[in-house]
Structure formats: structure tokens, C-alpha cells
């Protein structure tokens, strides 16, 4: 199957300092990666949708200028966690698809980030 | 407003049994239809995925798809205790985008 890779696995900051998480498609070719959010013991949000070389659409309620995603290349996508406070606190992990319908969605191992 | 619906659970089988997670859809244009088992702590896996109307088979997994009855549901045949999990069932839309069910917590008991 497709692999992503996500770094890093773990981030512990403090508040006010700014993390990026990177997302990579290692064996296939992600014209759309995700980002999604997800608190213990509840369901994955979605946040954005990158698509290479385009601005990413964020979902409603999710800041855009907080949250600072790029997708640079097919195999690479940032998202910039800006400002950081403890309430940003979460498990972060995105997906990659080559958006065929016979594509799914396949998720990297998550960030699991810490604001102090 | 799209919605995929899940029992959220728990649905508890006993080790050696079939275990069947259900999941309806409310988007009549959903095209493809997708399967997570996300353990506690990590990220989901992908399973199975199916967009065609009736059964598909991947050793022990099983999707089935009705379309007309706007229907998914996966069957894990020989349960064992690795396959207790949460199982996310997803719903392509026209952008590629899933939709996604709140999840069914499975346990499997020894």
C-alpha cells in the first residue's frame, strides 16, 4: 500500500512559539493532501485541503492564518502551526490522495503535539 | 448536509466469531466508499474500499455496498483480539473528499 510519512511523531513548545509538521507521500504521487485534527476520544476533524500549487481550502471555524498550510511539491505538504497555546493541543495527522475515484485516502502515522 | 452514520458502540464479539459494522450514508452521488481501523493512539489504516453494488472480499474483511439502500457494511470473519479498534467508514463526495462516520468501537473477546 501507499506510504506517508509525517515528521515529527512528537513536538512539545511553548505557548506563543511557532511548529511545522511535514507531510509526505513517499511512494505515490498526493495531487490533495488533508489535514485533520483529532482530541482524545473524539472524531477526526477535518481542517484543510491542499492541492499542489494551489491555496489550501480550510473548513469553517479552522483560522487560516494560524494554521499556515503549503503544498509545494506532489510529494510534500507543511502545516504551520502559528503562535501555538495550549488549547492548539492535539493529535495532528494528514492524508495524501492521487484523487482517482479508486484512490483512497491514506494517513500518515500523526503529530502529536503538546503546547506548554 | 452530508451525513455517514455508525453505531458508535461498543460492539462487543466474542474471539472466533463474525464481527459486522454497519454504516449508512445520505449522499445519493457518493461513488466510493471506504473502511478505517484506527487503533487507540494512532492514525487510521485503510482496510478496504468499495464502489461497486454487492460484496467484496479481502481474506478475512468483507465490504459489502448497497447502493439502493444507501448501505456499507464490513464483516470480519474470525474476529481476533488485534481487531478491536474503532472502525471509521467513509463516503467519497464528487471533490474527493470524505465523509466520514463517527466511528464503531469493536472489542473482541478472548
Do not use: H, I, N
Given at each position: 500500500g501507499a506510504v506517508v510519512s509525517q515528521h515529527p511523531s512528537r513536538v512539545i513548545c511553548k505557548s506563543g512559539t511557532s511548529v511545522k509538521i511535514e507531510c509526505r507521500s513517499l511512494d505515490f504521487q498526493?495531487?490533495?493532501?488533508?489535514?485533520?485534527?483529532?482530541?482524545?476520544?473524539?472524531?477526526?476533524m477535518l481542517m484543510a485541503t491542499s492541492n499542489e500549487g494551489s491555496k489550501a481550502t480550510y473548513e469553517q471555524g479552522v483560522e487560516k492564518d494560524k494554521f499556515l498550510i503549503n503544498h509545494a511539491s506532489l510529494t510534500l505538504s507543511t502545516l504551520t502551526v502559528t503562535s501555538a497555546h495550549p488549547e492548539d493541543?492535539?493529535?495532528y495527522i494528514c492524508s495524501?490522495?492521487?484523487e482517482t475515484r479508486e484512490s483512497p485516502q491514506y494517513f500518515g502515522p500523526g503529530t502529536r503535539l503538546l503546547v506548554l | 448536509q452530508k451525513e455517514v452514520e455508525q453505531n458508535?458502540?461498543?460492539?462487543?464479539?466474542?474471539?472466533g466469531a463474525i464481527a459486522s459494522l454497519n454504516c449508512t450514508y445520505s449522499d445519493r452521488g457518493?461513488?466510493?466508499?471506504?473502511?478505517?481501523?484506527?487503533?487507540?493512539?494512532k492514525s487510521p489504516e485503510l482496510i478496504m474500499f468499495i464502489y461497486s453494488n454487492g460484496d467484496k472480499e479481502d481474506g478475512r474483511f468483507t465490504a459489502q455496498l448497497n447502493k439502493a439502500s444507501q448501505y456499507v457494511s464490513l464483516l470480519i470473519r474470525d474476529s481476533q483480539?488485534?481487531?478491536?479498534?474503532?472502525?471509521l467508514c467513509a463516503a467519497s463526495d464528487s471533490n474527493y473528499q470524505l465523509i466520514w462516520g463517527a466511528g464503531t468501537k469493536l472489542i473482541i473477546k478472548p
Open positions: 498526493a495531487t490533495t493532501m488533508f489535514w485533520y485534527r483529532q482530541f482524545p476520544k473524539q472524531s477526526l493541543s492535539s493529535f495524501a490522495s492521487s | 458508535s458502540g461498543p460492539l462487543s464479539v466474542p474471539e457518493s461513488q466510493s466508499f471506504f473502511w478505517y481501523r484506527q487503533y487507540s493512539g483480539p488485534s481487531d478491536s479498534a474503532t472502525y
